[in-house]
């Protein structure tokens, strides 16, 4: 989304590598992130939603390919880079079978993972034009006025959708409850900002945020809502 900054997420458990990598990320315009073993990094994926995944295969927990098929068997289309020790074809067809989006083999140059990852991050935003926006494993396709979470389509009103698109479009900014009134019912709505919460309520509820407010949509207290 422009304006936010993309998370990447490096699942790798050889610290010296992690902490490089984070560094070189920071340094390039990426929010890095990291997690030392695959049982950390999988919970990761599930909290942070990361734009992209850097994936280590031999990790301590639950390795790498059985991550990447897991996390595809769930819906998620967030791409992933394998990293692997090993420069053997068969690991590569591997990673690529299980959803891998692409591999680079260790030892790597920092130039050449950075140019790995902005390649497959516009291979997939062009991919991605014609689903609409994405926010993790949520799609809002204002064309088909269609919104997916993990691969299954939401029943959404009318008002929750546009609702939902609102936030997705100023996603990382507060938004008012008079604002929201105003982009989703219209200047001329006599209404009061009651029912934007109650519309929230509901969103929550089929976004199965109910237990864990703040996955899509974050309270402002005082303020509004925003999406992280």
Same mark, same amino acid.
């Given at each position: ?5 993309? $998370?990447? /997420? ?28 695959? /049982?950390?990094g999988i919970a990761m994926v599930r909290s942070e939603h990361p734009d992209l995944i850097l994936l280590d295969i031999m990790l301590p ?14 819906? @998620? $289309?967030? &791409?992933?880079?394998? @990293?692997?020790? $090993? ?19 260790? &030892? ?9 990852? $902005? ?13 609409? !926006? %994405? ?13 997916? /979470? ?6 959404? !009103? ?8 609102? @936030? ?8 008012? %409850?008079d604002q929201l009134l105003d982009k989703v019912w219209g200047f001329e709505y006599i209404g009061e900002t009651r029912t934007v919460d ?20 974050? !309270? ?7 999406? &992280?």
């Open positions: 989304m422009e304006g936010a900054m993309q $998370k990447i /997420l490096i699942i790798e458990d050889e610290p010296n590598i992690r902490e490089l990598v984070v560094y070189n990320l920071n340094q390039n315009g990426y929010q890095g992130m990291e997690a030392e073993d695959g /049982l950390i927990g639950k390795n790498g390919y059985d991550i990447c098929k897991e996390l595809r068997a769930e819906g @998620l $289309k967030t &791409p992933i880079i394998m @990293l692997t020790a $090993k420069n053997e074809e068969i690991d590569k067809v591997l990673g690529l079978e299980f959803g891998a989006d692409d591999y680079i083999s260790k &030892p790597f140059g920092i130039r050449e993972l950075m140019a790995r990852i $902005k390649a497959v991050l516009r291979r997939y935003e062009n991919n991605t034009e014609q689903e609409g !926006t %994405r926010i993790g494993d949520l799609v809002i396709n204002t064309e088909s006025h269609e919104v997916k /979470l993990g691969g299954k389509t939401l029943e959404l !009103t009318l008002k929750e959708f546009d609702l939902l698109r609102v @936030l997705a479009e100023n996603r990382g900014r507060v938004m008012t %409850r109650v519309h929230v309520r509901y969103l929550r509820k089929k976004l199965g945020d109910e237990d864990n407010e703040g996955k899509y949509i974050q !309270t402002i207290r005082g303020m509004g809502y925003k999406m &992280p």
